[in-house]
């Protein structure tokens, strides 16, 4: 057990510590981490530090009264992102610490309204089997239901199957652009069909491709419609610290139209110091992130934006082409934007012993569990070491299967 000492240690000595720490970090500059980090260069990654720096002490409670700069920050990346991602005059929508956060104020609110409106209690939620896992996590938190349905061949949402879940209890359906697990984009349209005839809620997840899908399909991509725009959808969320480039610590929560946001919104006046009153699940925010967000929106633009989007594609492109040329491995589907699936389609080699293989030589492998396959998720870093990766993965194929080596399946969700 470590004990707080006495007295203090000289940052020098500190900061050494504190790289010795990460001498068994993947190197994410180096590429080999296609998760969890997300970047571009040296100085849009100097824009977002130095912005979050300038606001490190601010506290985004206090933003209106105490901190009004961060409020107008605030304000201008959600009418950004609104304009982005389909809005109109009557939407609305809230800064939120990450993707988690972000669902789950969709669920809250969704859940307030219909306790509001219909006195609905233990509301349910319907959805693909490939929604994300932090929609149970919110709906455990919230006293919901979620109701996980069949997914079809192409790894998508059964319309017929979710139309079939949908009872007095149900006040939610749940759509991903694009779905983590899979990459694949569940038809919104549709869903935003079924949810008008039924009277309910549509959230739309698109914590992975709010930020890249509008400028892919500024490019020519064939990007199926999704956001705010679409007839039916009610909420969508969106991460700027995924492919968005900001610090982490930021995503928004949009609402088609903000009079839903009533029900978002924690009132509480039963104490001493008066009204209480907060739109998301924290007190305290960092207003760091918020400066970040501001920032890197405003110093890339649509143009910035654009040029990344364009590297993300031809990386993914580069390696599903990669993949496929590759004796015994095959790409599940083509990837609708960034995230790409693969699978043996050698009975004689197991992808599992592939991927531990992968990770002995120093790359973070993502895995899917259905189907089993290995899973990467795209961005700017790993663009320079693709060659690499596609040298290792041959090299770790052969070795497989000469060795008749079997893996084991990793069930962690990253």
Known sequence: MTALAETGIPWPQLKSQLSALKINDYDWEEGRLPVYVYGYSDELRQVSQEAFLEFFTENALGAGRAFPSVKVMEDEVIAMAIDLLG????????????????????????????????????????????????????????????????????LRGDLAALEAAIDARTVMLYASAPSYPHGTFDPIEAMGQMALRHGLWLHVDACVGGFLAPFARELGYPIPPFDLSVAGVTSISADL??????????????????????????????????????????????????????????????????????????????????????????????????????????????????????????????????????????????????????????????????????????????
């Open 241 to 414: 610290h995924k492919y968005g480039f900001a610090a982490k610590g930021s995503s928004v929560i949009l609402f088609a139209d903000k009079a839903v946001q009533k029900h978002q919104i924690f009132f509480f006046s039963d104490w001493p110091r008066g009204n209480y009153v907060t739109h998301t699940a924290q007190g305290t925010r960092a207003a760091g992130p918020i400066a970040s967000s501001w920032a890197v929106m405003k110093w890339l633009g649509r143009a910035g934006y654009r040029k990344i989007a364009q590297v993300i594609m031809d990386t993914t492109a580069g390696l599903t082409n990669g993949v496929a040329a590759i004796e015994g491995l095959r790409v599940i589907d083509r990837p609708e934007l960034c995230i790409v699936l693969y699978e043996s389609s050698d009975p004689a080699v197991d992808i599992n012993a592939v991927a531990e293989l992968m990770g002995a030589r120093g790359w973070f492998v993502g895995r899917s569990i259905a189907p089993n396959a290995i899973h990467v998720a795209v961005n700017p870093l790993f663009t320079p070491a693709l060659p690499k990766y596609l040298a290792d993965l041959a090299e770790c194929m052969a070795q497989a299967r000469a060795c008749g080596l079997v893996g084991t399946v990793d069930r962690n969700t990253y």
């Open 87 to 154: 809005g109109g005059p009557l939407s609305g929508g809230t800064f939120t610490s990450g993707g988690s956060e972000s669902i789950f104020l969709a669920l809250k609110t969704a859940r307030d309204r219909a306790r509001a409106e219909r006195g609905i209690d233990r509301a349910k939620i319907v959805m693909p089997h490939s929604g994300h896992a932090t929609a149970s996590k919110a709906a455990e938190y919230l006293g919901m239901e979620v109701v996980r349905t069949p997914m079809t061949g192409d």
